[in-house]
């Protein structure tokens, strides 16, 4: 019975902070105040102020955690209401996602080949712009560390829509379709989520835009390692 107040207790812990800094953020509506980053950053200095262990917390998370099918079928909507516009623009979608999937594991892995860095490390981070459960697989498709694949989508997801803003702003992206793409391609789930404040298009745009990037880095994830020979 407290095995299962405390997982409940944990719920209600993660749902109040998030729900706070949504608050906070539309208050503000500074990027880097979202609330992934900012509610994520709240709990953990909880657990570490009242010595709560991970494995703890995740009594109450798993539940939460389990959320994410269904949230991401649900992205089905939104793109079955614009069905006529992603077939309007089939190759154009196609093609930038395309290219901003190779341009993201090419420029991180010729940037840590660079930069000498650990050889796991590398097959780790290749993936990083993928949605983070296909990116973990691919990690461990390459031999990579899955642990530092989580962290490395997150870095990128959350650093892609704080910066996001003010790249549409001075390169004046202004149409859902060039956001759409940039946002999911970028930062994948927390790209997605940042494109739904800008229009129902832009949102649809990022959605189906993660979800090829997904396809695509399964298949192009072992070829940018194979290039770099690591």
């Known amino acids: ?21 949504t608050l906070l953020y539309k208050r503000y509506s500074f990027s880097f105040l979202i609330p992934i980053l900012t509610a994520t950053t709240l709990i953990i200095l909880i657990l570490l102020l009242f010595h709560i262990p991970y494995k703890s917390y995740m009594a109450g998370g798993q539940w939460i955690n389990s959320l994410l099918g269904p949230s ?14 992603l077939l309007n623009h089939l190759f154009t979608i196609l093609g930038g996602v395309l290219v901003s999937a190779i341009s993201g594991m090419v420029t991180v892995g010729l940037l840590a080949k660079i930069l000498g860095i650990n050889h796991t490390l590398i097959l780790s981070i290749i993936p990083k712009s993928l949605t983070t459960p296909v990116a ?38 202004q149409s859902p379709l ?28 990022s959605s189906v835009t993660m979800t090829l990037c997904a396809i695509l880095g399964s298949f192009l994830g072992p070829i940018v390692a194979w290039l770099f020979h690591v």
């Open 1 to 21: 019975m407290q095995h299962v107040l405390f997982a409940f207790f944990m719920i209600v812990l993660t749902v109040v902070a998030y729900s706070l800094m």
């Open 72 to 85: 991401v079928a649900a992205l089905a909507y939104p793109l079955y209401k614009q069905r006529y516009f």
């Open 136 to 173: 973990i697989e691919v990690a461990r498709g390459l031999e990579g560390n899955a642990s530092m694949t989580i962290v490395s989508c997150m870095i990128a997801g959350i650093f892609g829509v704080i910066v996001a803003p003010t790249i549409f702003k001075y390169m004046r992206v």
């Open 178 to 205: 060039g956001r759409g793409i940039a946002l999911g391609s970028a930062s994948h789930s927390m790209g997605t989520s940042k494109a739904a404040e800008y229009s129902e298009l832009t949102f649809s745009m």
